[in-house]
């Protein structure tokens, strides 16, 4: 008898008694509990969330920025209300902390009270960020804390998005206003450039009204100089000790009554003042060669000052057509520059002449200096040396008084002559070096006031002046720079049609493996009559192909016309899911004829193996390794991947090679069957008592 005969015979038993019939049915519907029922229950369960009920606090006190009143919470209250994710309910604090730990709702949101003032903080001093706080209870369940992460993200990134939009549109404002007021800075520098340039011009007339001055001041003091040559020594020296040894012996006099007691408390400030002294007279020396080095450049410019003034005098008075009406004045600058120009001559050639002197008193303030560090030292014994000193000075005064008498009276008017004239010259010199500096310093701030005004020009040139409508398109973009473009290839419409490549070969497999506990994977008739081994093993899976074919047919047809469930190549997947059945029945059947009553344990065990390593819900590579290496090598993992393309679209060569694996493993598992065959047609006494019957 050949092989569709004995199936059709093994078949034909299901039509025998009400209890086969009911069997076939079962067998038939079986994946439907598997596929259908499954992919039902889960069909779509994100077009559902608004079901879910979750906790909505709006704490929110509002804030004031700018002259405008921001209520950031009633704005996220009345979004959140608005969107079809979860069903929001507005409860108190205390309220959703209860309803979320004993699970009335699966998470709360809390907007905070400060959350307007802290967003509003974005335009002032001390920017803070807002915190929207979120509760979950994983207790509750899992799944949607995970989907409330995700929601709520897009929540904080639209609050944060609209929180920028104010305040970038306060930075454009501000640029606004920052380009108006350097546009009136900069018309300001032009009028100061304007200014500074009268006044440089005014400064130069100064400077030369005082070489005149200068000049004038500087005969008088030369020749007062030189009557008092000879009496100025003589006052110089016993004038001066007689009248310093005097003021010295009163002061000392009453400071020793006086300051004596202070002497002895305090002479630690004093050492310190000494030290004070002494790092005086060493910056002193260093000024005095300053003087020295400076001097004759000073006489070099004069000289030039005075031939420029001799050429202006000749150009405009001597050589003019028409002599200037400011002849008579120009010719007192140019008597003025020239005195100038002598007395900074004689200025440089006294700092030459006396270079001697000068040395010398660079030797004396050295010794101040020296001196003074030693009173420093004595000052813990000045009290001491203060008495001393006193009774020295006393009879030093009584010496010099007698000295200076006959000298003060001689040299008395020349000396007070003298002092006022070296004065007066060099306040004079002071005030046109000042007048100088002056005319210089005005000259380079008329160059900088012009710079200034170029660079204010410039300035207002390049920062941004933008009206309102730039100022929106601008703060679009900056207030949200990347936006997310999307392409969703082959997009499945919803959860259930994502997971059905994943559930259906599942809910096969099942069937596959109930249809062998119901029919033999070997025909016994076959094996006992001594068939061919091949004509067994078909005879055993012809019958189940059939069904499986059934279970395929009634499984779509729910799937597609009950659950909705949209294939982009219907045709091209219920034929391959043929082929699945096919090589699942010969897998299934295999495993049952070569292990007996085991092998129903090993086809639930390798459905578990190709469950958990398919790919079927998420990525295989974030499974551990040992899933990874099975990947690649059991059925259902090209079955999923060939049922995706199928079902939602794409290349075919994932299909194609499922084919190809499919078709190797059920010839593999029919030769596997035919061999067990061959085997089982030799009875052995642990065939007739088997350890194990299932």
Known sequence: MRSPKLAALELRRFGRGTLPRAALVALLVLPLLYGALYLWSFWDPYGRLDRIPVALVNEDEGASANGRRIAAGDDITEGLRDSSTFDWREVSEEEARRGVEDGRYYLSLTVPAD????????????????????????????????????????????????TSRSFLDQIFVSFSDIHGETVKAAQGADKLNGGIGKAEKG?????????????????????????HKGAGSLEDGSGKVADGTRRLAEKVNALNAEAGPFL?????????????????????????DTLEERAPAAAKDAREASATMDALYRERCEDADEPDPACADLKKAQEAVATASDVAADVGALVTGHRADLKKLDGQLDTLEKQARTLAKRAPHLSEDLEDAVGRINKLNTGAG????????????????????????????????????????????????????????????????????????????????????SSDLHKAPNYGTGFAPYFIPLSLWVGAMVAYMLI????????????????????????????????????????????????????GTVGFLFLVTACFAAIVQWLNARFGAAGRILVLALLMLQLTSAGGTYPVQTSPAFFNALH????????????????TGGGLEPVWLACAVLAAFTAGALALTALSARRKQVWTLDRLHPELSL
Not at 458 to 479: C, H, L, N, Q, S
Not at 526 to 535: P, Q, Y
Not at 632 to 647: G, K, Y
């Open 402 to 485: 007698k000295v200076a008498a006959g000298a003060k009276k001689l040299n008395k008017g020349l000396a007070t002559a003298e002092t006022g004239a070296r004065k007066l010259d060099k306040g004079v010199g002071e005030l046109k070096t000042g007048a100088d500096d002056l005319s210089g310093g005005l000259f380079k701030l008329v160059d900088g006031s012009e710079e200034l005004a170029g660079g204010l020009h410039e300035g207002a040139e390049k920062i941004p002046d933008y009206d309102e409508r730039d100022r929106d398109v601008r703060t679009d973009v900056m207030a949200d720079p990347v936006r997310l473009v």
């Open 115 to 162: 959350f307007s003032r802290r967003i509003a903080s974005s335009s002032g001093d001390t920017p803070e960020s807002g915190a929207l706080q979120v509760r979950t209870n994983d207790a509750n369940n899992y799944i949607v804390g995970q989907i409330s992460r995700t929601v709520f993200g897009e929540v904080r990134r639209a609050a944060s998005t609209k």
């Open 264 to 288: 002895k408390d305090n002479e630690k400030a004093i050492g310190a003042t000494a030290r004070f002294v002494a790092d005086s007279a060493g910056r002193l020396r260093d000024d005095l």
């Open 203 to 227: 400064s130069q007339d100064l400077v030369d009204g005082l070489k005149d001055a200068r000049s004038g001041s500087g005969k008088l003091s030369q020749g007062l100089k030189d009557l």
């Open 632 to 647: 690649p090598f059991l059925p259902m993992t090209h079955v999923v991947e060939a049922l995706r393309r199928l079902v």
């Open 520 to 571: 033999s994977p070997m025909n016994r008739r076959a094996l006992a009559a001594g068939a061919s081994a091949w004509r067994i093993a078909l005879a055993g899976w012809l019958p189940v192909v059939a069904i499986g074919v059934l279970q395929t047919v009634a499984l779509m047809s729910v799937l597609h016309w009950a659950l909705g469930l949209q294939m982009a190549r219907a045709a």
